[in-house]
């Protein structure tokens, strides 16, 4: 139990990695791109509004020197204090309002390319990401963004700015009381820089933390089926706990340094205002500056110290907005292991021949699956692979389907390398159904037309009936109109299997795959495909991977493989006499019937 938590919590490691801040600026780059007259506009509005706000403590200061005694100067400056105010709201409020469009249609670009490239990227990469992580990406991680966006990056930019103002300000007004104020600069730069090291550290831990109590509740809930079957929820509890509690940790000290820094630069703020006090009232008394000056650094320096306080959480904000972004372009970044061709060949009119020339392929560099393999499947053939677990008959199947591509070799349609295959016909030529059977929420209709989308209604029905599933449809409480609820969980299995075979056959492929795809099928069941698939099969090539060997017994041609290489080939009626493999499957799968 002990190693499984310390599992979890080593996967929380991310060290810094400048790659990805030139990835994550890139990125930010041609997101803002379009944006580009707003975002002028933008830094405008931001500008008025800090000099309106710069000149009310300025005419405070003309108010007390030159307007008291003097009725028509005072009037005046009160009409100037009040538009400057109005300014301040109008520039405030128009800023918000086009930050917030900007902002919005950022993120709205942000979250389309993410979900799009993911779409695009390998079954490789999905395989080893977690589906806990991708959903961090487009969640946290986008949240994180979100929070910058709306809110805290214009108040960043405007307390740098009035940082900026108000130091420029004090030392026009009066250099000697300036210069004492600046005195406090060492400390707050100080102060500040071992915040910015301390915080980055204390944020990115929190950041991979919080990454990980997501990955690990949704992967729990996930597979909550197994969790309950195996009584593993005390596993799970303890998993969870030991990552929640990395992230509390993580969380409280980042909490300390915020509570250590912003009074820090509240007692440096507060002393200096003293000693501004002290000193320009000394200055005042003996006439070497006015009290409407004085007054006026006053009430600068609030507007100085104020921001700095809250830099901190600002600065947190920037933090894991910037983390984010990095984490995102990373995920942009992934190049596509099946990449689109630069010139695409169009198909418009598949037959189904299917040619493996020199093939190789490997997961990684110490797996090989396939060392070299050299098929013909003519067009309009059933071909059956069996074969031992591991013995590349799925990863054949994969190739075909193109979720990877070779090693070497090439694998071609109809004469046409599926590398140089325009997507589209690639994927309207080849099917490929396995036995995980993936239902999306909504209707069983809707399911089966997701194999062609502008089916009629007609077509649907006439798809189900074929493969033998349009009777228990139509016994369901709604019939087509039936919701089957997450991952189709109101279904049973084999019924699932069967509607992911209706989807399959109105695709009307060119080549379709089986990969297993009776293996959720009782016997009933399985005939009914069967009797199904002699008709339906008859016009297309077909690819069918069964350990069931009745499934085998409608195929034209029986491949055998052993070790990624083809060890027997032929008719399954003439490979069961051979007394070869073949022979030996089936003898061991009628004895597996007794």
């Not at 009035?162 to 102060?191: E, H, K, Q, R």
């Not at 392929?361 to 070299?372: H, I, Q």
């Not at 393999?373 to 053939?381: E, I, K, S």
Request: hydrophobic residues 50%; proline residues 4%.
């Amino acid at each position: 139990m002990a190693l499984d938590v310390q599992r979890w919590r080593g996967t929380a490691t991310e060290e810094p990695d400048p790659t990805r801040r030139v990835a994550s600026r890139r990125l930010l780059a041609s997101l803002l791109r379009p944006h580009k007259l707003s975002i002028v506009a933008l830094v405008a509005l931001l500008l008025v509004q800090n000099l309106a706000g710069m000149a009310g403590p300025y005419l405070v200061k003309l108010g007390i020197d030159r307007g008291i005694g003097h009725p028509p100067v005072l009037v005046l400056v009160t009409a100037l204090f009040a538009a400057a105010t109005a300014a301040e709201f109008a520039t405030r409020r128009a800023f918000l309002a086009m930050s917030g469009r900007v902002g919005n249609a950022v993120l709205l670009d942000l979250r389309v390319r993410v979900y799009r490239h993911l779409q695009k990227l390998s079954i490789g990469f999905h395989e080893r990401f977690t589906s806990g992580r991708v959903i961090a990406r487009l969640t946290s991680d986008v949240d994180n963004i979100s929070e910058l966006v709306d809110g805290a990056l214009d108040d960043l930019v405007l307390a740098a700015l009035s940082v900026l103002s108000v130091a420029g300000i004090l030392l026009w007004l009066d250099l000697p009381l300036a210069l004492v104020t600046l005195a406090s600069f060492p400390f707050l730069v100080w102060l500040s820089r071992w915040f910015q090291r301390a915080s980055a550290r204390a944020y990115r831990r929190t950041r991979e933390t919080i990454a990980l109590v997501i990955i690990h509740f949704v992967e729990s809930l996930g597979g909550i089926r197994a969790v309950q079957a195996f009584r593993r929820e005390r596993r799970n509890d303890e998993i969870f706990g030991a990552v929640n509690d990395d992230y509390r940790r993580a969380s409280l000290q980042a909490q300390r340094l915020v509570a250590t820094y912003s009074p820090a630069i509240k007692i440096v703020g507060n002393v200096s205002i003293a000693v501004v006090l002290t000193y320009g009232g000394w200055r005042v008394l003996h006439g070497h500056t006015e009290v409407g000056v004085l007054a006026a650094f006053l009430l600068y320096l609030r507007r100085f110290y104020e921001p700095m306080q809250e830099l901190s959480q600002f600065y947190n904000t920037l933090q894991s907005a910037t983390a984010a972004l990095e984490k995102l372009a990373a995920v942009l970044d992934e190049p596509l292991a099946v990449p689109e061709p630069r010139s695409p060949v169009h198909l418009p009119a598949p037959r189904g021949e299917l040619a493996f020339d020199s093939v190789a392929f490997a997961y990684d560099a110490g797996r090989t699956v396939l060392p070299s393999l050299d098929l013909f499947v003519p067009a309009g053939q059933t071909i059956a692979l069996v074969g031992a677990t591991g013995a590349g008959k799925s990863t054949l199947a994969k190739l075909v389907a193109r979720f990877y591509d070779p090693t070497a070799g090439s694998v071609a349609l109809d004469g046409v390398d599926l590398r140089s295959l325009a997507e589209g016909d690639l994927r309207r030529a080849i099917v490929m159904v396995t036995q995980e059977n993936y239902l999306f929420s909504g209707t069983v209709a809707s399911n089966i037309a997701f194999g062609r989308p502008g089916a009629t209604r007609a077509e649907v029905e006439a798809a189900a009936a074929a493969i033998g599933a349009d009777a228990f449809i139509r016994a369901l409480p709604d019939g087509y109109d039936t919701d089957v609820r997450k991952r189709g969980g109101r279904l049973s299995a084999g019924q699932r299997q069967l509607v992911a075979f209706a989807r399959a056959f109105l695709a009307d492929p060119a080549v379709l795959i089986l990969d297993e795809a009776t293996s959720s099928l009782d016997i009933p069941s399985e005939r009914l495909v069967q009797q199904a698939l002699r008709t339906i099969l008859a016009s297309r090539t077909a690819l069918v991977i069964a350990h069931r060997l009745s499934t085998v017994e409608i195929a034209d041609r029986v491949l055998v493989l052993s070790g990624g290489r083809i060890v027997e080939d032929g008719p399954p009626s003439a490979l069961i006499t051979g007394g070869g493999h073949y022979a030996a499957l089936h003898e061991q799968w009628r004895d597996s019937l007794l």
